[in-house]
């Protein structure tokens, strides 16, 4: 698919700030887009106007969760979703847009005392399904992000016949809508973050096939009270629950 960029002729009206797309480039959006960035300097923005092709939920995150960018989503001048950059976060934003709405689009990079080169970073825009996956090189499935609603979430076993042995990095992270979750026994492997500022997550049954837990995973998870270590995990990292109360 290719993404086309025009020159801007209207300004949004942002309602209180003091924010300018004068220089917004249009988005033609569709599903996937995929929008690489070069350099950064500090504090550096990008801004896009674009309007939904349809009705639905839709995610905007990036491939690079250590590229300090986060996202503002506009719609009648009032922001309808924000995420704020940080340390090793794959930030996201998700939320649902309306057929031939226009939208305004900031991407940001945090940092404020560094250039940042991001050569390999890239900000994907995609239909929102409640769950995304990908396969390795064994044919099993990696979860990369949950994207429903739900309180309460049972990972599944497997997608399409192939078993779901990895929760991916970054996976769930910032989902203040979870409660609990149940990891199931075909998972081997709870990557980094994954349920990194889960604000309200209370609850996590991890199933005796968890063999390795990686770092920051639980970490900032405020409300979190009770998490099950299975027998058989060989390895959890030293700042897993870093943040934890």
Known sequence: MTVLFLPLIS?????????????????LLDVPVDIEFSTATPGQEWYYVFTAPESGMFTFFGNNETAYMGYTLYFEGDIIAETTAG??????????????????LTVRYSMASREGYL?????????TQDWHYEMNEKDEAVITSYNGSASDVNIPAEFNGYPVTAIGDFA???????NSVTIPETVRIIGKGAFIECKNLFEVIILDSVIYVEGYVFSE???????NIPDGITRINSNTFYGWP
């Open 11 to 27: 300004v949004a009206d942002i309602k209180g700030r003091n924010i300018s797309f004068d220089d917004a480039e249009v988005l």
């Open 87 to 104: 340390y090793n976060r794959n930030n996201r934003v998700t939320t649902s847009l309306i057929a031939d709405g226009k939208y305004y």
């Open 172 to 178: 769930f992270s910032n989902l203040s809508a979870l």
């Open 119 to 127: 050569n390999d970073y890239r900000l994907i825009v995609r239909k």
């Open 221 to 227: 998870c405020a409300s979190l009270s009770s998490v």
